[in-house]
């Protein structure tokens, strides 16, 4: 029976479990919960996943959520390549103390470009406010910063010379605010090198499959949101 992956490439974490799933040969199954549709919030998909969020993973009768949780699940149930999730001790606790830094720091930052220039007006039907947007910018700017200094340093990858989950993760973040215009990598060489290095090693190919919706997604329809959508965002989009 292979996996059932529930996902939506618009998704950050979704690119990161479907780019993973591929490049190890992982059979599954991949079933599209359409976010701007509203899909994740039918009560069809709530008996996958209650939190009612993507992505969701479904092993015959056994459902998680998390994606971070879902990405362990699939290396040591498939004994993925060591160099993903290390054995060596302090490698793994390298990609651990990454994976948990990225919460609040990359991910939060490089979302709150992405709700600020895309999904507010989508919502809204205003544009975009460019103070919010620049102030948005300086906050991922800084943590990009840290990123550089703490966490790749002059490495290749973050925990050395091969590529592990940590730059997996790392790197479809830093995409979702380059799919809104963004370029978070000009006057960046280091971060550019090590964007190229990690195409490199996931395939080029595999890496633009998986990032197709979100380098198209600057301007989408408002006609492309559900109407119970458009209201479940504009309560969580409340000051």
Same mark, same amino acid.
């Given at each position: 029976?292979?996996? /059932?992956?529930?996902?939506?490439?618009? !998704?950050?974490?979704?690119?990161?479990?479907?780019?993973?799933?591929?490049?190890?040969?992982?059979?599954?199954?991949?079933?599209?919960?359409?976010?701007?549709? *509203?899909?994740?919030? %039918?009560?069809?998909?709530?008996?996958?996943?209650?939190?009612?969020?993507?992505?969701? @993973?479904?092993? *015959?009768?056994?459902?998680?959520?998390? !994606?971070?949780?879902?990405? @362990?699940?699939?290396? %040591?149930?498939?004994?993925?390549?060591?160099?993903?999730?290390?054995?060596?001790?302090?490698?793994?606790?390298?990609?651990?103390?990454?994976?948990?830094?990225?919460?609040?720091?990359? %991910?939060?930052?490089?979302?709150?470009?992405?709700?600020?220039?895309?999904?507010?007006?989508?919502?809204?039907?205003?544009?975009?406010?460019?103070?919010?947007?620049?102030?948005?910018? /300086?906050?991922?700017?800084?943590? =990009?910063?840290?990123?550089?200094?703490?966490?790749?340093?002059?490495?290749?990858?973050?925990?050395?010379? /091969?590529? !592990? =989950?940590?730059?997996?993760?790392?790197?479809?973040?830093?995409?979702?605010?380059? *799919?809104?215009?963004?370029?978070?990598?000009?006057?960046?060489?280091?971060?550019?090198?090590?964007? !190229? %290095?990690?195409?490199?090693?996931? *395939?080029?190919?595999?890496?633009?499959?998986?990032? /197709?919706?979100?380098?198209?997604?600057?301007?989408?329809?408002?006609?492309?949101?559900?109407?119970?959508?458009?209201?479940?965002?504009?309560?969580?989009?409340?000051?």
């Amino acid at each position: 029976m292979v996996v /059932e992956l529930f996902l939506d490439l618009l !998704s950050q974490p979704c690119r990161a479990l479907f780019i993973f799933a591929k490049k190890n040969n992982i059979p599954f199954e991949f079933k599209h919960v359409e976010l701007l549709k *509203g899909h994740h919030l %039918r009560e069809e998909f709530g008996k996958v996943n209650v939190l009612k969020k993507v992505p969701a @993973l479904k092993d *015959g009768a056994f459902t998680l959520a998390e !994606s971070i949780a879902i990405l @362990l699940y699939l290396s %040591r149930k498939f004994n993925t390549p060591d160099h993903w999730y290390p054995s060596d001790l302090q490698k793994r606790a390298l990609v651990d103390e990454y994976l948990s830094w990225q919460h609040t720091t990359i %991910r939060e930052k490089g979302c709150k470009i992405f709700i600020t220039k895309v999904l507010v007006p989508l919502v809204v039907g205003q544009p975009f406010s460019p103070e919010k947007l620049e102030e948005a910018v /300086e906050e991922l700017n800084s943590a =990009l910063k840290q990123f550089e200094e703490k966490f790749l340093q002059n490495k290749p990858f973050i925990v050395g010379n /091969e590529i !592990s =989950l940590a730059d997996l993760v790392a790197i479809v973040e830093l995409m979702q605010p380059v *799919g809104c215009g963004c370029d978070i990598f000009e006057n960046r060489p280091k971060l550019v090198e090590w964007r !190229s %290095r990690v195409e490199e090693a996931v *395939g080029k190919e595999l890496f633009q499959q998986a990032h /197709e919706i979100i380098l198209n997604v600057k301007n989408p329809s408002t006609t492309q949101l559900s109407p119970e959508l458009r209201e479940h965002l504009k309560q969580l989009l409340k000051p």
